[in-house]
């Protein structure tokens, strides 16, 4: 089962050019699974019935997983039982025509232009580390890429002198999002200031933000610096790096960006993600005309 499992995100890291990101979550949901079969005793996917998906859908269910989790780990069996079809392991699918449950439609969580101006005044300018975070915060605000992409960033993906900043995002597409002037104003400083004293006599790799070791930033430790500026500016510890993409997209679209454009800039190979972000300013409609007409 391992060895089935390695080949096949093998096959989506070099055939279908999947973030690393998504490759360990296949990997983690396919490996459940595995141990699933391995308690009732079954050796290999070949051996598995329709009975044998639903009873692992059942047993998900049974330990409280939320329908999001269960639709994620189907949706990782489907593509594994039809990578196994293909490659003439298994005879047939066992997920063929199982539905994954249905999931009610969160719309994403949004800051406050005000929130946001008090989450971007948290770092010390004074300070590397605080210069640095200003500089990342100021970016990840200014273009709405993915925290993935950001800390991917080299030098030579950020022009400041034409304000632009060049990302791959999923699937290996690359895109060029334009900088503000003062995200290109922080970045500036950082680079000129403070990166310097980061990467000190450390071998420079050429990663635009690194941390006190002079090595390439990693999610995790941006997503630590965000929530601790989040509670320092008094916003509920829930945000994540994610939140600013979403904030970006919303304050755009709410001061009458194009939809099109908006789509571009957030790398959507669909508009309707896209469009989940207008629910949002309707409802920031609605609630300044319920706050601000005399007869609401």
Not at 25 to 50: H, M, N, V
Not at 223 to 244: G, M, N
Request: with cysteine.
């Amino acid at each position: 089962m391992e060895e089935l499992i390695a080949r096949f995100i093998e096959y989506l890291g070099s055939e279908r050019r999947l973030a690393l990101n998504t490759l360990e979550s296949y990997g983690r949901d396919l490996r459940q699974y595995g141990g699933f079969l391995a308690k009732g005793k079954i050796t290999s996917p070949a051996e598995a019935s329709r009975a044998t998906i639903i009873s692992y859908l059942l047993h998900m269910e049974k330990q409280g997983k939320a329908n999001a989790t269960i639709a994620r780990r189907l949706a990782a069996l489907k593509a594994f039982y039809q990578y196994l079809l293909r490659m003439q392991v298994v005879e047939r699918d066992p997920t063929a025509n199982l539905e994954s449950p249905k999931l009610a439609k969160r719309l994403p969580r949004i800051l406050s232009v005000e929130e946001v101006e008090r989450l971007l005044e948290q770092p010390r300018a004074d300070d590397p580390s605080g210069l640095r975070d200003r500089a990342m915060l100021e970016l990840l605000y200014a273009t709405g890429i993915r925290v993935s992409e950001l800390v991917s960033l080299n030098r030579d993906d950020v022009n400041l002198a034409l304000g632009y900043v060049r990302c791959s995002g999923r699937g290996a597409r690359e895109r060029v999002v334009p900088l503000g002037s003062m995200a290109k104003r922080w970045v500036g400083e950082y680079l000129l200031k403070s990166r310097p004293s980061l990467v000190r006599n450390q071998a420079d790799d050429g990663a635009l933000f690194v941390n006190h070791h002079g090595r390439r930033l990693t999610r995790q430790g941006f997503w630590k610096i965000v929530k601790r500026y989040a509670v320092d500016a008094s916003i509920a510890p829930d945000i994540t790096p994610h939140t600013l993409r979403h904030s970006f997209a919303a304050h755009l679209l709410e001061n009458g960006a194009d939809l099109r454009a908006v789509q571009e800039m957030l790398g959507h190979a669909d508009i309707s993600t896209t469009q989940i972000y207008t629910q949002l300013t309707r409802g920031r409609l609605k609630e300044v005309y319920a706050r601000a007409h005399p007869r609401a």
